[in-house]
């Protein structure tokens, strides 16, 4: 009996301690990219000649835009929006009522491809904008100006090579 | 003769059955620790297709499940943790750490002449369904972080009931368990319910050295309810919607005293939202 009671004891003690140290840990994370590989999305600083020509009135204008269409079993709404704003930049816009698949590491991508495939490849036109900071909802994100000229735009999961949503995109009169 | 043929036979079913339909006397406990590891270049879309990963996938876990008996027959607890989940995607990033854990409670309805048992598994979110890159504010090690988490974020539990029979010896040459579970995964923070089922049938040959042999088919899988729309937001076996059917088979081997280990594989033959790789399993475990 006593032993029966020792053993129990101790098995409880076991468990105890078990679902104690199991307490939430958050995960450690390793990085594999090559080296000298860093997110440089939206942070090019290449120094231009400038000559001051004088006060210039920008006007804002929308250049394209497109309805969102999920690719495969991932859904998508909304449209998408190329235009420049009232600073002159070249923005992407999401509308209002803009929503996507809530995919792991979702991504931005402007395209002259009809399909990404597994990867983005700047070499076949593609060029990354930024990851997506929600999946649903009214945002804007700044764009290269050429990218303003292409085609598509896409929602890529760039971890697993997934094409999630595109927007074929139609230049505005 | 027949009530003894059963009784025959239920002494030796192997560990690997207990807290699933035998539950334990008070005093009796069991621990199993175990390393599970597969590897993959393509996943199972949410519409049950699949398609290649650019890069591949690999993921280890180091597992341990222990048993107790708290009350004969009418109370058995289970515990049921990943210590160690890492989940790579090559040339990308990894996480790693801490998964998520079960505690169970088991009651032995019926003994005889076979096994029902009713019971309860506790899901605890120990793992971390966010994880971060060592510097979050880049923003494509951040997406590769939290692409790969190590827990689904969501506290659950599962009633579930269990069935099993041994049977076999005397005019059949060879001895079998069976056990067939249902259960009903009760799931939160947005994830849709599940059903988790199973069938799994033991085989042992009665001669000496090989009755410390158990071979173990089983089929299971679990059903979840969500749409495909709603399954899209994982890939790695955590997040909502996953569903799958799966074969496996395993040899479980009685070393000395309490001490055995076992090796097993599965394979999934329709799937979601999950990665598409065979996993392979060793284990050790110790029975007091």
Known sequence: MRRTSCVNMRAYAILITCVALTSACEAGFTDFRPEGIVNQVGSSTIDAGFVDGGAVEVMAATLADGDWRGRGSYSAAGRVTIAIDEQGATVLRLSDDFSVSGVPGPFLVMSSRESIGRSIDPSMGDIEIAGLAEDRGAQTYPIPVEAAGLPYAWVFCKPFGVEIARAELMEVP | ?288
Do not use: C
């Not at chain 2, 590891?37 to 591949?56: E, V």
């Open chain 2, 1 to 288: 003769m027949r009530a003894s043929l059963f009784a025959a036979a239920l002494v030796f079913v192997p560990s690997v059955a207990h807290a699933q339909a035998w539950t334990r006397d008070a005093g009796s406990a069991y621990v199993n620790l175990s390393l599970t590891r597969l590897s993959g270049d393509s996943l199972y879309n949410p519409d049950f297709t699949r398609s290649d990963l650019p890069t591949t996938f690999t993921q280890t876990l180091i597992n341990t499940y222990a048993e107790v008996g708290v009350v004969d027959r009418w109370l058995t607890v289970t515990l049921s943790s990943e210590l160690y989940r890492r989940n790579a995607l090559d040339q990308q990033g990894a996480t790693f750490g801490l998964g998520d854990t079960q505690v169970g409670f088991w009651s032995g309805v019926i003994t005889a002449p076979f096994r029902l048992t009713l019971g309860v598994n506790v899901g605890l979110p120990t793992g971390d369904d966010t994880p971060d890159a060592t510097d979050p504010t880049d923003v494509e090690a951040q997406s590769i972080a939290r692409s790969l988490p190590t827990g689904d974020g969501e506290f659950d539990f599962e009633p579930a009931v269990y069935l099993g029979h041994g049977f076999g010896g005397d005019s059949w040459p060879l001895r079998h368990f069976v056990v067939a579970k249902l259960g009903y995964h009760v799931r939160t923070r947005g994830f849709r319910d599940a059903v988790n089922y199973k069938l799994e049938l033991g085989t042992q040959v009665p001669v000496d050295f090989l009755d410390r042999f158990w071979l173990i088919t089983r089929f299971y899988g679990t059903e979840s309810f969500a749409s495909d729309i709603e399954a899209a937001n994982g890939a790695t076996g955590l997040g909502n919607g996953v569903t799958y059917t799966s074969l496996g088979v395993e040899l479980s081997g009685r070393i000395t005293g309490g001490l055995s280990a076992g090796i097993g594989v599965d394979t999934a033959f329709r799937a979601r939202s999950i990665i598409a790789a065979i996993p392979f399993r060793f284990s050790i475990a110790y029975e007091l």
